[in-house]
């Protein structure tokens, strides 16, 4: 058999383990053992699919049958008969120009 030592354990979990364990009628080993079963004890993993377990589930309610309702025929599209405004400058244009108030030259200022 294996020992196992925790070190470093909360006053007021060890409190709460011995109480435990005297509710039980058990040392705070025992009762540390206890806990340490349950909670590794791995449950058997079900062999059917989630699918199959979904099923069989709510089998036994019957089927539902939703009502469907018919669908709307496809609007047709907005027409807009408003123009689009249009620039004197085209983008790039208008990106190249100097803005006012800064130098066009493309060079930092020197102080």
Not at 17 to 26: G, K
Not at 36 to 56: Q, Y
Not at 74 to 79: A, C, N
Not at 80 to 102: F, N, S, T, V
């Amino acid at each position: 058999m294996a020992t196992l030592t925790i070190r470093d354990l909360d006053d007021a979990l060890k409190l709460k383990l011995r109480l435990r364990a005297a509710s039980q009628n058990r040392s705070m080993e025992e009762e540390a053992r206890q806990i340490l079963r349950a909670a590794l004890v791995e449950p058997e993993h079900p062999r059917e699919s989630f699918v199959t377990r979904v099923k069989s589930r709510f089998d036994g309610l019957g089927d539902v049958q939703l009502q469907i309702d018919p669908r709307e025929s496809v609007r047709e599209p907005l027409e807009i008969h408003e123009p689009a405004k249009a620039y004197a400058d085209p983008p790039a244009a208008r990106a190249a120009k100097p803005k006012p108030g800064r130098r066009s030259t493309g060079t930092k200022a020197r102080r």
